[in-house]
């Protein structure tokens, strides 16, 4: 409703993870570059925590767009499955044929295990993306670990990468899941924007929008900062409902009574 009214060619504060929105702080960017890592650190886990809204998936497709063009990458975005669905749904990722009907936890791995020793053969690297892994029982986490055991003699086929909530870590730290914390060769967790930062996005993503002005006055920074904690998603909701209410009172910009209200709403 007031992208004409602001001179923005789209919105600047959808919720959507479009890498391109993606303010790159410094937390940021040490968690892209762990994942980056962690894909050429040939076998084993990377893991990626944060709290709800502080940009963990937006993160991920950034990776998709930077990883190298030699990996065959299967995502996982809806993790609550069993051990042979999650199986099943990976080799339908990897577009890997198993018997049609087949429930064999076997029959999976050795489908998967032909598929990547083929890939590796010609020079291909693979990596899973498992987006939203908090919600992976003891048993799935148990399975995937047994994934990055399928190897040659000298390199590991299959690099998996976790992403999720921050009670992802407190799983892990579960004794039945010793041996995968062991093999986690890369960690990060994405905490909330500074103040600095909150200013630093919301130009960031007004600029991409096509905004040529100052549409949050820097004395609004702070409670900016306070109202959203510092996480993007609640930033964007907000700075969304301030526009909007700057918009309907005909305002050139987002005031303080108008951000309140924002907040309130």
């Given at each position: 409703?007031?992208?004409?009214?602001?001179g923005?060619?789209?919105?600047?504060?959808?919720?959507?993870?479009?890498p391109?929105?993606?303010?790159?702080s410094?937390?940021?960017?040490?968690?892209l570059?762990?994942?980056?890592?962690?894909?050429?650190?040939g076998?084993?886990?990377?893991?990626?925590?944060?709290?709800?809204?502080?940009?963990?998936t937006?993160?991920?497709?950034?990776?998709?767009?930077?990883i190298?063009?030699?990996?065959?990458?299967?995502?996982?975005?809806?993790p609550?499955?069993?051990?042979e669905?999650?199986?099943?749904?990976?080799?339908?990722?990897?577009?890997?044929?198993?018997?049609?009907g087949?429930?064999?936890i076997?029959?999976?791995?050795d489908?998967?295990?032909?598929?990547?020793?083929a890939?590796?053969a010609?020079?291909?690297?693979a990596?899973?993306?498992i987006?939203?892994?908090?919600?992976?029982?003891?048993?799935?986490?148990?399975?995937?670990?047994?994934?990055?055991?399928?190897?040659?003699?000298?390199?590991?086929?299959l690099?998996?990468?976790?992403?999720?909530q921050?009670?992802?870590?407190?799983?892990?730290?579960?004794?039945?899941?010793?041996q995968?914390?062991?093999?986690?060769?890369a960690?990060y967790?994405l905490g909330?924007?500074?103040?600095?930062?909150?200013?630093?996005?919301?130009?960031?993503r007004?600029?991409?929008a096509?905004?040529?002005?100052?549409?949050?006055p820097s004395?609004?920074?702070?409670?900016?900062?306070r109202?959203?904690?510092g996480?993007?998603?609640i930033?964007?909701?907000?700075?969304?409902r301030a526009?909007?209410?700057a918009?309907v009172q005909?305002?050139?910009?987002?005031?303080?009574?108008?951000l309140?209200?924002?907040e309130?709403?």
């Open positions: 409703m007031y992208l004409s009214f602001f923005l060619a789209e919105a600047p504060f959808s919720i959507a993870p479009t391109r929105y993606l303010y790159m410094q937390r940021h960017q040490e968690a570059a762990h994942l980056l890592y962690g894909v050429n650190s076998g084993g886990f990377v893991l990626l925590t944060g709290e709800v809204g502080a940009g963990k937006t993160v991920c497709r950034a990776l998709l767009e930077q190298p063009e030699t990996c065959d990458v299967a995502y996982i975005f809806n609550r499955l069993t051990v669905e999650l199986l099943e749904a990976v080799c339908v990722e990897f577009g890997i044929t198993c018997p049609a087949n429930r064999s076997k029959v999976f791995v489908c998967l295990n032909a598929h990547l020793l890939a590796h010609h020079g291909r690297q990596v899973l993306i987006d939203e892994a908090q919600n992976l029982s003891a048993d799935v986490l148990e399975q995937m670990r047994l994934l990055t055991n399928l190897e040659t003699s000298e390199h590991k086929l690099q998996i990468i976790l992403i999720g921050p009670e992802l870590a407190t799983l892990l730290e579960r004794p039945e899941l010793k995968l914390a062991q093999r986690i060769v960690r967790h909330p924007l500074t103040r600095d930062e909150v200013t630093a996005y919301v130009r960031h007004l600029e991409v096509g905004c040529q002005r100052p549409l949050f004395a609004l920074t702070s409670r900016l900062h109202a959203s904690g996480v993007p998603r930033l964007n909701l907000l700075c969304d526009l909007l209410g918009y005909g305002k050139e910009r987002v005031d303080r009574k108008t309140k209200q924002a309130h709403e």
